[in-house]
């Protein structure tokens, strides 16, 4: 062994610039950040050759200090943090004191500063090879600039890893844009190669914040997004989710802030992506720009060289928090506040009263107990009423799935779909003819209309085309159904709990060690799932009981699923997931089929029933259910007044 030495500052900076400075996009992070922490309120990036040849950054924040200038470049250097409680609670950006003097040790490095209230201004500079800084005065506005020429010039191995020019030049402008998102109260501007990419104002209210979001991003997610903003047990979290119908085929549209901070967290994403379980289509990614407002104090940020992962305090309460908030904005989304006629319908319908269909109240009774009964395997006879115009349809399109109960089960929901099924109290007409919708469309004020209007034909078996105050509105028929019929299925199921059966049998399980300390710490949250387990020995488990509805699955997979998701996020998104499977499938085989002729009457009835349901813009496979074709878009494709 060789004899142990302390490394020369030279090359410890660069060992910290392996952490800290990989690509030209690093520099940018780092340095953007300092100006954001000096209170800059206008930032300006010049780029050149996709940052390897050049990166200047101008800010006019406070500035620094003539004495400060040459320390600045000193590892471990700072003005953020002074003792550990600082630590506990950061609020700024940056606070290690590693960044300047990482970058200068594997660049030309010449950093201009001119301090508020002070008549001149100084620039210190230094060259990765010795470190050895010069301090002298400039000219330079209040502010600070921070030019760096030739990266990686002294480490001719680093530099032969970067990609080509765009490839560098598209992972700077993207870091850019996160910290354009993070502070709209600050003006950016990104030029490469001296022409300008990027030129954003302040924002001043929350249209220009959507305006920002719809440059950076696109217009059509803006078009296609919700905003939320709420607010509870110490955290807020606010910002836009981008509706099922506006999914990315890769996670490149997600950004999530903490205190102002980017970050990549695993509960995060397991929180949002459980509020989307239900109507994201296969492989399809979610959308969002949102922002989490928490104590500094309750967040670590100090767990990444980077600082793109955190630790949260109270893990679990984010969690809940992401997902009930993430949920429930979706959940509430009506064919009345859709996308797809958001800026049309703001004036139209903002006077329309709330149009109701089904009440809930008539489905939680004996149809509850009917389609429980009907997943637990057990038949009510005499239960499905009869004479029903939905009813028939059920009996002769749909093909049993497994167990015969559940067809006889779904024709019961078929009966909640009869004129007779509507609020009696509701003075909106239900048209059972061509006419009728007519005369309904022309006698009635523009506010009393629906949000889907009245159905006037169905096309081919598969569409209902309806007319509403904007124009026409095409809706699945099939897909919509599914929708109501599946969220049906999950009030009943959730309102008579989870149902649990012994196992003749019971099944012994190996697990690792910290699971099984999982089932014991988690027992009354599983007992609650419908599972009984109980620990044998520090490895093993033996399940006594399973919920009814998944008694055919594989129960040692399931509860090894449920046990990890305990492990990570305090709460089991597989024993949800497998039971909205089963449920959804019960749905799908139970929904009014293709070919199905259908009255104007249940036409209209399906609609109102779209009306009141959660989620009914999407089906449980998360394909759009219905869209709005306005009388401009149709005055467009037949060139009316051109």
């Known amino acids: 062994m060789k004899r142990i030495e302390i490394l020369s500052p030279r090359l410890a900076n660069q ?73 506990e609670a950061v609020q700024s950006l940056g606070f290690r004191g590693e960044a300047l003097a990482s970058i200068a040790s594997v660049s030309r490095l010449v950093l201009s500063s001119h301090e508020k209230d002070h008549e001149e201004a100084w620039q210190v500079s230094a060259e990765g090879r010795d470190m050895a800084t010069e301090t002298k005065p400039c000219a330079h506005p209040v502010g600070t600039t921070v030019e760096m020429r030739d990266l990686f010039f002294n480490t001719p191995a680093r530099r032969k890893f970067l990609r080509t020019e765009k490839t560098e030049f598209n992972h700077l402008e993207e870091v850019v844009k996160r910290m354009a998102l993070s502070r709209y109260d600050v003006a950016f501007q990104l030029r490469h190669n001296q022409k300008v990419v990027h030129s954003l104002r302040q ?106 992962e955190v630790r949260f305090r109270d893990g679990r ?96 929901y078929g009966a909640m779909h009869s004129n007779a099924g509507f609020n009696a109290s509701s003075n909106i007409p239900m048209p059972s003819t061509i006419a009728d919708t007519q005369a309904a ?5 523009q506010q009393e209309v629906p949000p889907l209007g009245y159905a006037v034909a169905q096309l081919h078996g598969i569409y209902i085309l309806s007319q509403n105050q904007l124009g026409m509105v095409i809706v699945d028929m099939h897909a919509a159904h599914e929708r109501i019929t599946y969220e049906r299925l999950k ?18 399980i190996n697990v690792s060690s910290e699971q099984a300390d999982m089932a014991e710490q988690h027992a009354e949250e599983i007992s609650k ?41 305090g709460s089991s998104r597989h024993m949800t997931e497998f039971r909205n499977e089963v449920l959804s499938s019960m749905a799908c085989h139970g929904s009014v089929r293709a070919n199905r002729q259908l009255t104007i009457a249940e036409m209209n009835g399906l609609l109102r029933d779209m009306e009141i349901t959660e989620r009914s813009g999407q089906c449980n496979h998360g394909r759009p259910t219905w869209t709005q074709l306005s ?11 051109q």
């Open 15 to 87: 060992i910290a610039a392996g952490e800290v400075v990989e690509r030209p996009a690093n520099v940018v992070k780092e340095l953007v950040e300092n100006s954001l922490d000096a209170g800059a309120t206008r930032v300006e990036v010049d780029i050149e050759q996709g940052g390897v040849k050049l990166i200047r950054i101008r800010d006019n924040g406070f500035g620094i200090e003539k004495d400060d200038l040459p320390l600045s470049l000193s590892r471990h250097a700072t003005s953020k943090i002074k003792e550990l409680d600082d630590l």
């Open 203 to 308: 924002c001043a209210s929350q249209f220009d914040q959507e305006k920002r979001v719809a440059t950076l991003l696109s217009a059509q997610f803006m078009k296609e997004a919700v905003h939320i903003d709420m607010e509870g047990a110490g955290l807020k979290l606010w910002g836009w989710v981008g509706l099922p119908t506006f999914s990315r085929s890769q996670a490149d549209m997600q950004y999530f802030f903490v205190n102002g901070r980017i970050v990549r967290d695993k509960l995060v994403a397991h929180a949002i992506r459980q509020a989307y379980q239900d109507v994201l289509y296969h492989g399809r990614h979610s959308a969002f720009v949102l922002y989490l407002e928490v104590d500094p104090s309750l967040v670590d940020v100090n767990v990444h060289p980077t600082k793109h």
């Open 317 to 412: 309460l984010v969690h809940d928090f992401l997902f009930r908030t993430l949920h429930r904005a979706l959940g509430e989304v009506r064919p009345e506040s859709g996308p797809n006629a958001r800026a049309e319908t703001e004036a139209a319908l903002q006077q329309q009263p709330q149009v109701s269909g089904v009440q809930a109240g008539e489905f939680a009774g004996q149809n509850n107990m009917a389609l429980l009964s009907g997943a637990a395997g057990g038949h009510q006879s005499g239960q499905s009423p009869v004479g029903q115009p939905w009813q028939s349809g059920f009996q002769n399109g749909t093909q049993p799935i497994g167990e015969n109960q559940v067809q006889n089960q779904m024709a019961t």
């Open 441 to 445: 469309m022309q006698s009635h004020e």
């Open 491 to 508: 009030t009943a199921y959730d309102e008579q709990g989870i149902p649990s059966q012994p196992l003749l049998v019971p099944d012994t």
């Open 529 to 569: 799932l419908g599972f009984s387990l109980q620990r044998l020995g520090p490895e093993s488990l033996v399940i006594r009981q399973m919920p009814i509805l998944l008694r055919n699955s594989n129960s040692e997979a399931l509860v090894v699923k449920v046990l990890e998701d305990f492990r990570v996020a």
């Open 631 to 641: 009388m401009k878009e149709l005055d467009k494709l037949f060139m009316r007044g």
